[in-house]
T-cell receptor, first 111, second 113 residues
Framework: SQQGEEDPQALSIQEGENATMNCSYKTSINNLQWYRQNSGRGLVHLILIRSNEREKHSGRLRVTLDTSKKSSSLLITASRAADTASYFCATTGGANSKLTFGKGITLSVRP | SQTIHQWPATLVQPVGSPLSLECTVEGTSNPNLYWYRQAAGRGLQLLFYSVGIGQISSEVPQNLSASRPQDRQFILSSKKLLLSDSGFYLC????????????FGQGTRLTVV
C-alpha cells in the first residue's frame, strides 16, 4: 500500500515562479524523502528530512515537515524549464528502511 | 563509487512467457535492495524488498517472484507473464541504515503482448 499522497497531482507554472508541492502520510515515519523522475527514467534523490527536523534547504529546494499533521511540502524557488519532471515523496518507518512512495506530482514549467 | 545496473532497458514479451530481470550493484556491500513497478502515469508500487542474501519480503500478492542469489544481485522473475504485468520496473538500493537515500537503476519498460 502507498504511504504518501502528494497534491496537487499536476502543477503548471511559469518559469521563474515558485512551485509548492505537498505530501501527506498516514503512519509514523523515520524520515521523509523527495525524489525527482524525468520521463521514462529512474528516480533521483533530492532531499531527506528526518522526523525530528522541521525544515531543510538544498540549493533552490526547501522542505518542511510537520509530524503533527503528517505532512511535508517541497518548495522549488525560481523554477526553470529544466525542473519539469515528476516529483515523489517517500517515507521510511519502523525498524527497517523500507521506502514507500506516493503517487507523484507532475510539474510542468513553461519557458 | 557505487553504481547500479539494471537490464534490459526495454522488453516485449508474449503472454505466458517467462521473465527474468536482473539488477546488480557495485561499490557497496550488504545493501537493501528493492523492486518497484510503476504503471503508466502512476506512483511506484513496492514489489519486493531484501535486506540480505535469501531474505525477500513480498509486498503485493502477484504473478512475480524475486531472488537474491548474491549479495549485490537482485532478480525479478515470472514463470508466465500476464498482460497486467506490463509496466516500468525499477530496481533500487540503499545502505542498510534507516536515514539514507535510495539509488535507482534506469528501469526496464516491459510490454506484455
Amino acid at each position: 500500500s502507498q504511504q504518501g499522497e502528494e497534491d496537487p497531482q499536476a502543477l503548471s507554472i511559469q518559469e521563474g515562479e515558485n512551485a509548492t508541492m505537498n505530501c501527506s502520510y498516514k503512519t509514523s515515519i523515520n524520515n521523509l524523502q523527495w525524489y525527482r523522475q524525468n520521463s521514462g527514467r529512474g528516480l533521483v534523490h533530492l532531499i531527506l528530512i528526518r522526523s525530528n527536523e522541521r525544515e531543510k534547504h538544498s540549493g533552490r529546494l526547501r522542505v518542511t515537515l510537520d509530524t503533527s499533521k503528517k505532512s511535508s511540502s517541497l518548495l522549488i524557488t525560481a523554477s526553470r524549464a529544466a525542473d519539469t519532471a515528476s516529483y515523489f515523496c517517500a517515507t521510511t518507518g519502523g525498524a527497517n528502511s523500507k521506502l514507500t512512495f506516493g503517487k507523484g506530482i507532475t510539474l510542468s514549467v513553461r519557458p | 563509487s557505487q553504481t547500479i545496473h539494471q537490464w534490459p532497458a526495454t522488453l516485449v514479451q508474449p503472454v505466458g512467457s517467462p521473465l527474468s530481470l536482473e539488477c546488480t550493484v557495485e561499490g557497496t556491500s550488504n545493501p537493501n535492495l528493492y523492486w518497484y513497478r510503476q504503471a503508466a502515469g502512476r506512483g511506484l508500487q513496492l514489489l519486493f524488498y531484501s535486506v540480505g542474501i535469501g531474505q525477500i519480503s513480498s509486498e503485493v500478492p502477484q504473478n512475480l517472484s524475486a531472488s537474491r542469489p548474491q549479495d549485490r544481485q537482485f532478480i525479478l522473475s515470472s514463470k508466465k507473464l500476464l498482460l497486467s504485468d506490463s509496466g516500468f520496473y525499477l530496481c533500487a538500493w540503499s545502505v542498510g541504515r534507516r536515514d539514507t537515500e535510495a539509488f535507482f537503476g534506469q528501469g526496464t519498460r516491459l510490454t506484455v503482448v
